[in-house]
Structure formats: C-alpha cells, structure tokens
C-alpha cells in the first residue's frame, strides 16, 4: 500500500468510522462537506471533491507547487473517503460515546494526513486557499487554518442541532496535535500544514 493510499484510507476511516457516525464535526473542507452531508445526505468525499477543484484552480494560477502537492492526494482521498461509507453503518451499530470518537477520529484523519504531509503531499481544500491566503498577505499559514478552522466548525455547530462545538472542537484540536507531531522537522512544505485540522484540508 502506498503512502498515498494509506494516508486516505486513515483520513477516511477517522471520518466514516467516528466523526460521521458520533454527527462531530471537523474543519476545513472536510467540515465543510460535513455539513453538507449532515444537512442533505450528499457524499462527503464526493462534496470534499466539488469544493476543492475551484481552490486546486487557483493554486495552478497563483502557486503551482502547491497544486502539484495536492492534487492527487485530493483525488485519492475524496475516492477513499467515499468508498469506505458503509463503515458509518457499521460503526453506528456499535457506537462509541461522543469523547472516545471525537479523540480516535481526530488521531486517525491526523495521522493520515501527517504521513501525507511527510511526503510533500496535501490534500488540499481550504487548507490549501490559506496556504494561498497566506503566501499572497504574507502571514502565517497556521493562523490562517486555525481561523477557518474555527469558522467552519461554529458554523456546522450553529446550523445543525445535536453538533457539540466543544468535541467537534477537541477533534480539530487532535488532527492539528497529531500532524504537527508527525510532520515535526519535515519539510516547510509539511510545516506550512500547521496544527489545525486536516483538509483536510
């Protein structure tokens, strides 16, 4: 299996096995199309994927290393995340309680995309607009992802019911630890992914 692959099989699996089935949330693109699938049932993966064509448009525009690093791992995560949809059945027949799924689903889609990161690749999404953001205002890239990190997660947390900001917060707090962790000393591409969620971009 490859790095490419084993990195979105553990993003997807975070997602499909925990977040999903415990309705938390994550940040970025991820917990964009979160929302959208809590709200109308469309695929996650499939949603990811029409979200972040328009920001990989842009990186071949603005700064197409970026681009080149992303866009096959955007590809093969959104794929992943989709094919691996029925263990949100599975594991919604054996839940686990909202704390224990908001830290395993955040380690999980934090490792993926740490080993991702590690390989010069990202999967993009809006993790990828601040890395843009960032270059063109010249500020940090890690702000920037923390602060839409916390936009898109008090979005979903205020426009779906059920959704507890707290643990869907501890869970973009666990992909941000996690990465930082694995990618600590890597590349600055890899640091330029600083703690905050995974594009999870």
């Known amino acids: 299996m490859t790095v490419l692959s084993a990195g979105s099989f553990l993003i997807a699996c975070g997602l499909n096995g925990f977040l ?22 469309f695929k996650v993966g499939l949603t990811f994927l029409t979200i972040s064509l328009p920001i990989f448009l842009m ?13 096959h791992g ?44 590690r390989s010069g690749i990202s999967i993009g999404g809006t993790d990828l607009l601040a890395q843009l953001l960032a270059k063109q205002l010249n500020v940090n890239a890690g702000l920037v992802i923390l602060i839409f990190d916390l936009i898109i997660v008090s979005m979903g947390s205020l426009l779906i019911p059920g959704i507890s900001l ?15 962790l694995i990618t600590s000393g890597t590349s600055a591409f890899s640091r330029s992914r600083r703690p905050a969620g995974a594009d999870r971009a």
């Open 20 to 41: 999903v089935p415990a309705g938390l949330m994550e940040g970025g693109a991820l917990g964009i199309s979160l929302i959208v699938h809590y709200t109308s049932g």
């Open 59 to 71: 990186a071949w525009l603005w700064h197409r290393p970026f681009f080149y690093n992303g866009i």
């Open 74 to 117: 955007m590809l093969a995560s959104a794929l992943i995340i989709d094919l691996l949809a029925p263990l949100q059945k599975t594991a919604g027949a054996f839940p686990a309680d909202p704390l224990s799924a908001a830290l395993c689903g955040g380690i999980l889609i934090g490792i993926g995309t740490g080993v991702l990161l």
């Open 166 to 180: 707290l643990l869907s917060a501890a869970t973009v707090l666990c992909v941000g630890g996690t990465i930082s």
